[in-house]
């Protein structure tokens, strides 16, 4: 069966929910311009926390053809864990995906791959689909070991879910050194580490599930260079962050398939 594209856009701090109701709806306005109804590809917005509310009222209200992801959650049920979200609080608003183990989060926050690996399990038990993010940065390109160090982090987040659980899943390739700062990966470079993740849930689980996990691309995704990304045969979506930012330009990355490659 083929994999059905993910375009995510992963606001990070950015947007108040005042400003999140106006990007969404000029989002909206510009995809329904365009015809775009989410059939042929799901389109995600993941806002903060503090604006989940108000985009799902818009989104429920207005029937627009986005879905929404929050970009993070606890790997506790509930309890006194102050200031953090479950992932059942997340569900009940609706959101249907969660990034979880973001490289800014590995980074600022010193997620381990076990704890990204036990958020992601929270995420499916609340009926949610995690975006379990992986990749290297730059010293470790430069060694040329971003592969196998890629690897390692898929193999550590994933251990202990079953190939069922991995085949619903969503894992997103972003090589550090492209986020944020303009460097895209190329489409060979994207396609070789994505191709390596398909082939290691191949042989961590079987050929069905490596065929129906979706893998994004992240890092510096814009409308230019989407095209060419998603004519790599293992790569099934973006994880967009800048321009996610902006309605027209997002709205062109949805609509990748109009884009000439
Ligand atoms: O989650 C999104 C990624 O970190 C990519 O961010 P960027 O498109 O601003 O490089």
Redesign the pocket.
Known sequence: MARTPII?G?W?MNLNHVEATGLVQKLAWTLADKQFDGKKVDAVV?PPFTDLRTVQTLIDGDRMPLQLGAQNVSQHDSGAYTGEISADMLAKLQVKYV?VG???RREYFGETDEVIGAKAKKVIEAGMTPII?VGEGLDIRKEGRHVEYTLAQVRGTLEGLTAEQVAGLVI?Y?PVW?????EVATPDDAQEVCGAIRQEVASLYDEATAESVRIQY?????AGSIAQIMAQPDIDGA??????LQAEEFAAIVRFYDLPA
Request: charged share 15%.
């Open positions: 995510a992963n990070k993941i990034v973001h490289s800014e993010c997103a972003e492209a986020i944020g700062t303009g992240g890092g510096s995704v814009k994880l967009v962050g800048g321009a996610s």
